[in-house]
């Protein structure tokens, strides 16, 4: 389920509004855990919509992901330019990663998660969340797609990204 409706937490006797919610999305791989994870880390530059998910667009030759807590996640343009998208802070393959997300005008943060569904089925699962950093106007600004947070941007966009995921990983 995916939402950008605020909803409430409960946390003891009170109820909190989240004004912010995270972005969750997930999508099933007929693939297993060790190898979809191995695809959204090895490959990611091969499978991921470059455009218009990156800083470069078409100036981009690859993506690396760097695989150790604090390894930098990054693109690298034609003329050797490295644009950091994050930097890892959780590094648990093949279950999981957390991840800084330096594409927002604040930064936010990305967590995809690897479960295991049978011997060659995977949930991949990604919460992107953090959104309270960011100002309403920042919320409302177009990213890479038109809408920004407020106007579902990021939902569409991280259905795009999973589904390309699901497609290379399959793939093989």
């Known amino acids: 389920m995916t939402s950008t409706t605020p909803r409430a937490e409960v946390t003891g006797a009170e109820v909190t509004t ?28 091969q499978w991921w919509p470059l455009q218009p998910y990156s800083a470069g667009k078409d100036r981009v030759r690859s993506v690396h992901v760097e695989p150790r807590v604090q390894g930098r996640v990054y693109e690298q343009w034609d003329d050797g330019t490295e644009c950091d998208w994050g930097h890892l802070l959780a590094w648990e393959p093949p279950e999981r990663l957390v991840m800084t997300w330096n594409m927002t005008p604040v930064p936010t943060e990305v967590e995809l998660t690897f479960t295991v569904l049978g011997p060659a089925l995977t949930r991949v699962a990604v919460e992107h969340r953090g959104w309270e950093a ?3 106007a920042q919320l409302g600004e177009d990213c890479a797609r038109p809408g920004g947070y407020l106007g579902g941007a990021f939902v569409r966009g991280w259905e795009e990204i999973l589904g390309r995921l699901t497609a290379a990983a399959e793939a093989v």
């Open 134 to 136: 960011l100002s309403d």
């Open 18 to 45: 989240l004004r912010r919610p995270p972005i969750r999305q997930s999508t099933m791989v007929r693939s297993s855990r060790e190898h979809t994870f191995e695809v959204f880390v090895a490959t990611i530059g």
